[in-house]
């Protein structure tokens, strides 16, 4: 079985059916990328993922355990929130708290929920882990390149920047699989490079990633697996190469060959 496997996802908006059968399995350490046009239910795949959507069927396993089953759906919101630690997303829009300095937006959440853990358990010390956390966060400004930028607020960045900010933010919750929605299509594209870089350099980490990007270029050269979207099916799934450079269906060749008319304009 693969770390992370999802069998027959299908969600309608009232009459609209926007996932129709999602079958879709991610090894650890494995980039995904998820391709395809406007509407085909990209985003919508990612939230039912994260537990911002409730999907009408299906199933979700991760590393061996069921954490959603549309059989046995009435979770309490509590094992809810647990359940959705097991993923980091990171949206177009950033998201940031913008009262909240850098180092505060990614220190925000992880202290947060030491100060639950030192309720539950008393042998906790508080002090002593709020300063790991302070120190993983500082790792984590080197390594999305924010080391200077740690007291600024948000609207002192540029896109870029604030985009590597909740990058570093959804980091610093330790998730097991790392969701990115089209990170970079808020972002002029010479700040879309840095943000692209980050992530590439998480591939080193041997991160469990999944991807929704309009960049087909990245897609082919970070991915370890490309699934296309169309009509909420995945139409066309396999290795960069095959996906890109010898599609199969009709629809996937008229996607590319549409991107591709678009970047010769
Ligand atoms: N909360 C919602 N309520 C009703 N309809 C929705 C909702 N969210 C998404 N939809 C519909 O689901 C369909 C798929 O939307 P989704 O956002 O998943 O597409 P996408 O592939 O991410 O598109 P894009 O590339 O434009 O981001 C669309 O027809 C959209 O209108
Ligand atoms: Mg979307």
Redesign the pocket.
């Known amino acids: 079985m693969a770390y992370l496997e999802i069998k027959n996802f299908c969600k309608k908006?009232?009459n609209?059916e926007?996932l129709k059968g999602i079958d879709l399995s991610v090894e650890k350490g494995e980039v995904l990328s998820i391709i395809?046009?406007?509407?085909?239910?990209?985003?919508?795949?990612?939230?039912c993922m994260n537990f911002l959507?409730t999907p009408d069927t299906g199933v979700m396993i991760l590393g061996g355990e069921t954490l959603f089953d549309a059989a046995n759906k009435r979770a309490k919101e509590k094992e809810l929130r647990k359940k959705r630690l097991n993923f980091g997303l990171v949206f177009?829009s950033f998201n940031l708290f913008p009262q909240y300095s850098v180092k505060d937006n990614i220190t925000l959440a992880p202290i947060l929920q030491l100060k639950e853990r030192c309720k539950k358990d008393k042998t906790l010390n508080f002090a002593e882990e709020k300063q790991k956390i302070l120190e993983d966060a500082d790792k984590l400004l080197a390594k999305t390149g924010l080391t200077d930028k740690k007291n600024a607020y948000p609207c002192e960045l540029s896109g870029g920047q604030q985009q590597r900010v909740a990058i570093a933010r959804a980091l610093a919750l330790k998730p097991k699989i790392l969701c990115f929605?089209?990170p970079t299509s808020a972002l002029d594209p010479e700040l879309t490079g840095e943000v692209l870089k980050v992530i590439r350099s998480l591939k080193g980490e041997d991160r469990t990633m999944i991807i929704?990007t309009?960049e087909m270029g990245f897609a082919k050269n970070v991915s370890d697996k490309v699934v296309f979207?169309a009509n909420?099916v995945i139409e066309e799934e396999g290795a960069p190469k095959a996906v890109f450079d010898s599609p199969k269906s009709e629809k996937l060749k008229a996607f590319l060959s549409g991107i591709r008319d678009k970047e010769g304009e």
């Open positions: 908006f009232g609209n926007v395809g046009s406007s509407g085909s239910g990209k985003t919508t795949l990612l939230r959507e177009q929605d089209e929704v309009h979207m909420g």
